[in-house]
């Protein structure tokens, strides 16, 4: 009886050290697979896009794409804006730091100026002046600043080819740092983009 017993005892010892051995094995696989999963490098998290079309050509229009683009390129973001149209003036080194935006059917104005009134003379540099004087009180930086800041951040300034030349406007005009490029290649940036914006 005590025989039987002893062998039973010697084969369940026998079948917990093969399960011990199984266990371990299958752990120390596990382990070594986690190793090399720490050890390879980590793909590197791709920044956000953010595409912004600059249409317009005053003061009070030139200041959101460029403070979008600004504020979103510092957060990380790949950031490109293709300025068409009169959006091309804010890129101009002999217009953007007199861009000008006009109190004539804008009611939106601070302070809103009558049609009748806004259309008379000299109406248009005082409005520009008063905007302006509320954005030197407030800190806030001038185009050519904003500009400037874009290119240091990595912001890709596109003027549109198409509208250079319609216009006769050269490159050459432009403040340092605008490629030339047409609608095919801010497109193929948007098309991947995480936000586009029209203004």
Partial sequence: MSDTLNQEETLEQQIERIVNQQVAKALDSQIIELKKQLQAPQKKKQARKVAIIASKGTLDMAYPPLILATAAAAMGAEVQIFFTFYGLNILRKDKNASLQVA??????????IPNIIGMLPGMTPAATKMMQGMFSKHNVQTIPQLLQDAVELDVKLIGC???MDVMNIKKELFVDGVEIGGAATFLKFAFDADVSLFI
């Fill in 103 to 112: 109190p004539i059917g804008n009611p939106a104005m601070p302070v809103p």
């Fill in 161 to 163: 080819q198409m509208t």
